[in-house]
């Protein structure tokens, strides 16, 4: 078990290494501003169980966008963020985590005219401890560049995928 948390831990490690703000050599950035978001929202269906369960989510995120001299941005951050889960009149507040992101993108706007080139994440995107049942969490590295801007996502591509069908089986079983 050590070997294989060794091994997971040292590919996250060069995922980070990856993805983290350093331009290339053919495009190096002309300036970079800083900034910060904190926002919450509400999802009616996290799509998680056959059942709807509704999530409301609030994060924090420092980050900051280069503006490479092609044009393009890359923004690079620090994703903060706590969870909580509700169905059939019960509610699950989760833990805090964390993840680090890297964005390529067309404009600094994030509207539906921008273009996303990459959008890569590596860290915790699931942190849930169920009521006298076990904690789940969702680490690992995720590539989400298809996935629509506001769409939810709960699994990631290397790493570990909670089961969250005990999640489920503690709002409907």
């Known amino acids: 078990m050590r070997r294989r948390f060794a091994l997971v831990a040292a590919m996250l490690v060069g995922l980070a290494t990856i993805t983290t703000p350093v331009a290339s050599a053919s495009s190096p950035p002309t300036n970079a501003v800083q900034g910060y978001q904190h926002q919450s929202?509400?999802?009616p269906n996290t799509g998680l169980c056959a059942t709807p369960v509704a999530s409301h989510y609030e994060d924090w995120v420092p980050y900051t966008d280069y503006t490479l001299k092609d044009g393009k941005i890359r923004e690079v951050g620090k994703w903060t963020e706590r969870d909580t889960f509700t169905?059939?009149?019960k509610t699950v507040v989760g833990d805090l985590y964390t993840y680090h992101y890297?964005?390529?993108a067309s404009d600094a706007n994030f509207d539906?005219?921008?273009v996303i080139y990459s959008y890569v994440i590596v860290g915790t995107i699931f942190n849930v401890k169920l009521p006298h049942g076990p904690k789940l969490v969702t680490w690992g590295y995720v590539d989400v560049t298809n996935v629509p801007l506001g769409?939810?996502?709960w699994t990631v591509d290397y790493g570990h995928n909670a089961d969250?069908?005990?999640?489920?089986a503690y709002f409907f079983g």
């Open 41 to 43: 929202g509400d999802i």
């Open 87 to 89: 169905a059939n009149g």
């Open 102 to 104: 890297t964005i390529l």
């Open 112 to 114: 539906s005219n921008t």
């Open 151 to 153: 769409v939810p996502f």
């Open 164 to 168: 969250y069908k005990l999640l489920c």
